[in-house]
C-alpha cells in the first residue's frame, strides 16, 4: 500500500482520482478532466458508471470529455448488466468514471462483487479510476450518510471522504471522525481534487 503522509492507499498501476463533486461543466471540472486524461497510462477506453445519477446525465458528461479530447467510451449500467459482461466493460477500460448523484446506498450495493473486483484488476493494471462527488466518498474507510457512517472500500486507509467540503462542514467531518478515533477526515471542495498514484 502506497503511502505519503497519512494518506495510504490500494497498490495497482493506476490512479485514483478523488473529486470533490460540483457541475462537470465547471471551469475547474473541465481541467481536473483533462488532466486526468492526459496523465492516464492505459489506452482502453472510458467507462462511465453512471448508478449514482441517471444515463441522461452520463450521456451529456460523455459527450463534454469527447469535446476536449477524451477517447472513446461508454456507460455502464452496473444495476443491469451482467457479471460477464461487467468485467469485459470494466476490465478492458482505461479510465473508469464513477458519475456524481444523489444515490450514495444504492451505487455502493451494486458496486460490492464483481464491479469493484473489476475495478481494482483494471487500476492494477494501470487504469485511471476517476471517482466525482458522493461516488468519491466510497473509496474512503467510511463515508457520511446524513448522520450516519457506511463503511466503505477502504481504498484511501482510514479515511472518511466527505466532497463537495465547505468550512461550514468542518464541524459535521470533526464530529464524524471523533466517532471512529482510528480515522481521518478528507474534505475536499467542489471544483478541487486528490489524485493518488
Request: overall charge negative; glycine content about 14%.
Amino acid at each position: 500500500m502506497p503511502n505519503l503522509n497519512i494518506f495510504k492507499w490500494l497498490s495497482g498501476k493506476g490512479w485514483l482520482v478523488l473529486a470533490g463533486g460540483g457541475s462537470w461543466e465547471s471551469e475547474d471540472a473541465s481541467s481536473i478532466q483533462a488532466k486526468v486524461l492526459s496523465h492516464t497510462h492505459s489506452q482502453g477506453p472510458i467507462a462511465y458508471i453512471w448508478a449514482a445519477n441517471d444515463i441522461d446525465t452520463a450521456d451529456r458528461h460523455m459527450d463534454a470529455l469527447r469535446e476536449i479530447g477524451a477517447r472513446t467510451g461508454y456507460p455502464v449500467d452496473i444495476l443491469t448488466e451482467t457479471d460477464d459482461t461487467l468485467f469485459r466493460e470494466l476490465g478492458e477500460a482505461g479510465v473508469i468514471i464513477l458519475g456524481d448523484g444523489p444515490h450514495l446506498e444504492p451505487l455502493h450495493d451494486a458496486l460490492i462483487g464483481v464491479a469493484l473486483r473489476s475495478i481494482q484488476e483494471a487500476f492494477n493494471r494501470g487504469a485511471t479510476v476517476y471517482a466525482v462527488g458522493q461516488s468519491a466518498a466510497l473509496f474512503g474507510a467510511y463515508a457520511l450518510r446524513g448522520g450516519d457512517m457506511l463503511p466503505a472500500f477502504g481504498w484511501v486507509s482510514k479515511a472518511m471522504i466527505l466532497p463537495g467540503y465547505t468550512p461550514e462542514r468542518a464541524g459535521e467531518l470533526r464530529a464524524a471522525v471523533a466517532l471512529r478515533p482510528d480515522s481521518f477526515g478528507l474534505g475536499v471542495g467542489e471544483g478541487a481534487a486528490l489524485a493518488l498514484g
